[in-house]
């Protein structure tokens, strides 16, 4: 996220209850964060979420939801949240 926001640190960083985890993503960890895009990826977008999936023993995986409204973009991101989960 560092690198997107061209070095801003977020606060806006959470993670995942164990729970909602597993039946989610399928996974044992994982964590969001927020932030501005800054640079060449997502140029055009004002918005980024970015998303951590941590299964142990097999690997990471992360993926990015970006969006100009905030609004907008908390309603169409949730539907396909859990787009990607490990097998």
């Known amino acids: 996220m560092a690198n997107i926001?061209?070095?801003?640190?977020s606060t806006n960083i959470g993670t995942f209850y164990a729970n909602e985890v597993k039946?989610?993503?399928?996974?044992?960890?994982?964590a969001f964060c927020y932030c501005e895009p800054a640079g060449n990826?997502?140029?055009g977008?004002?918005?980024c979420m970015g998303v951590a999936i941590h299964k142990d023993s097999?690997?990471?995986?992360?993926?990015?939801?970006l969006s100009n409204d905030t609004t907008k973009f908390q309603k169409l991101a949730v539907p396909?949240?859990?787009?990607?989960?490990?097998k």
């Open 5 to 9: 926001s061209g070095g801003k640190r």
């Open 23 to 30: 039946s989610t993503f399928n996974a044992d960890w994982a």
């Open 41 to 43: 990826f997502g140029k």
């Open 45 to 47: 977008y004002k918005y």
């Open 58 to 65: 097999l690997a990471d995986a992360y993926y990015f939801y």
């Open 80 to 86: 396909i949240f859990s787009v990607m989960k490990f």
